[in-house]
Each structure stands twice: as structure tokens, then as C-alpha cells.
């Protein structure tokens, strides 16, 4: 069973870079037909999709996020990483990592989640 | 970006009822719309997957259906561990997106 963990600070400042690592364990990030994909909730808020990152490097960002996103993998670590830029409180929330499976006609959902970790913008 | 609303935003339901969750799309997505299950302080749970489909361990009183424009998700029979918010979610282009999330709550 594939398992997600987000990891990462807790606390920014507004201004700096927000970086979060999710790594995978229990099976490879290097496979066809994911989509290894990151997702916010703002405090009593929905769910807002960030991007995502295939294991060949192509991404896929929010354009709501304004340029501010970056994914990227490192298939060695078997991880995937977050950082988004010039963070300001609007940017609080809790953040999933997750695994979204699709091949190219059939969609297979978001399938695995991590647990979430909270981030807090504040000086 | 594909809109996607649900109705209602909650729903007061007793245990043993029948719920039934709209969404809609503001534009054609096919099958391409997934359901999730999400518990206060707890990650979103895959319920329901290309509109129709039943994640494995997903128990079978959970059902969706619809195709183009407007999804259901329908719970048959509501267990106490069913109160939670459900949210759907297209998956036709990006940027993907969620319904703003349905409340069942008890009545």
C-alpha cells in the first residue's frame, strides 16, 4: 500500500518561500499513469489544487498561484517537492500531498493521500 | 477554469436516510469527476472515481452517477460514520477542480 508524508516547516514568513517535501514509500514515484499532485485547504475553507508533477518532470501549476509555484521530483529519494513564493496569510492552510492515477482514457481518481501538515504565514 | 458547484452546501440527514449530493460543471467533462469523503482534521478519502465507479473498501451503500454536466452522489443508507463533508472533483483539464464541499450533518 503506497503511503504519502508531507514534511516540512510549519511556520513561514510572509515574503519568504514556502518548501515541502512529500515523500513516498511503500512504491515508486517512477511509474506510468500518476500524477504526483499537491493540495491546500485554507482554514475552514475547500479544497484548492495547487499542481502537479509526472516522473518524467512535466508539470502542471494553478494559474490562480500566479507564477509563485514550482514542483519538482527527485526519483532517487522516491520524493516530490512544493515551494511557493512570496507567501503571504492568504497562503496559511494545511497541504496535501496526493496521487492522482489516470491512464489515457480511464480516470482512476485521487487515490492516495498524505495526512496534511499545516503551514502558518507570520511573522 | 471548470467551475464545478454542489448542492446543497449541507444537508441535515438521521441515520438510515438517503442523501443525495448535486454537482455541476460548467462545462462538459464527460466521466472524468471523482468523490471524496473528508472528516474534520482528517485528509480527503477517494469515494467514488470516473463518476460512477467504487473505490476499492468503499462500502456499497455509496453511489454516483451522471456523465456531461451533472453528477450524484448518492449515500443509500446514512451510517453514523458517514457525517462529513463530501467534495467532487472534475478531472477533464487543468487546473483541476473541487466543488466548494457538501455538509451531512445530523438532523
Known amino acids: 500500500q503506497v503511503r504519502l508524508q508531507e514534511s516540512g516547516p510549519g511556520l513561514v514568513k510572509p515574503s519568504e518561500t514556502l518548501s515541502l517535501t512529500c515523500t513516498v514509500s511503500?512504491?515508486?514515484?517512477?511509474?506510468?499513469?500518476?500524477?504526483w499532485t499537491w493540495i491546500r485547504q485554507p482554514p475552514g475553507k475547500g479544497l484548492e489544487w495547487i499542481g502537479n508533477i509526472y516522473y518524467s518532470g512535466s508539470t502542471q501549476y494553478n494559474p490562480s498561484l500566479r507564477g509563485r509555484v514550482t514542483i519538482s521530483v527527485d526519483t532517487s529519494k522516491n520524493q516530490f517537492s512544493l515551494k511557493l513564493t512570496s507567501v503571504t496569510a492568504a497562503d496559511t492552510a494545511v497541504y496535501y500531498c496526493a496521487r492522482e492515477a489516470r491512464a489515457y482514457s480511464a480516470y482512476y481518481g485521487m487515490d492516495v493521500w498524505g495526512q496534511g501538515t499545516t503551514v502558518t504565514v507570520s511573522s | 477554469d471548470i467551475q464545478m458547484t454542489q448542492s446543497p452546501s449541507s444537508v441535515s440527514a438521521s441515520v438510515g436516510d438517503r442523501v443525495t449530493i448535486t454537482c455541476r460543471a460548467s462545462?462538459?467533462?464527460?466521466?472524468?469527476l471523482g468523490w471524496y469523503q473528508q472528516k474534520p482534521g482528517k485528509a480527503p478519502k477517494l469515494l467514488i472515481y470516473a463518476a460512477s465507479s467504487l473505490e476499492g473498501g468503499v462500502p456499497s451503500r455509496f453511489s454516483g452517477s451522471g456523465s456531461g454536466t451533472d453528477f450524484t452522489l448518492t449515500i443509500s443508507s446514512l451510517q453514523p460514520e458517514d457525517f462529513a463533508t463530501y467534495y467532487c472533483q472534475q478531472a477533464y483539464s487543468f487546473p483541476r477542480t473541487f466543488g466548494q464541499g457538501t455538509k451531512v450533518e445530523s438532523k
Open positions: 462545462q462538459d467533462i464527460s466521466g472524468w
Open positions: 511503500a512504491g515508486s514515484i517512477n511509474t506510468n499513469n500518476y500524477f
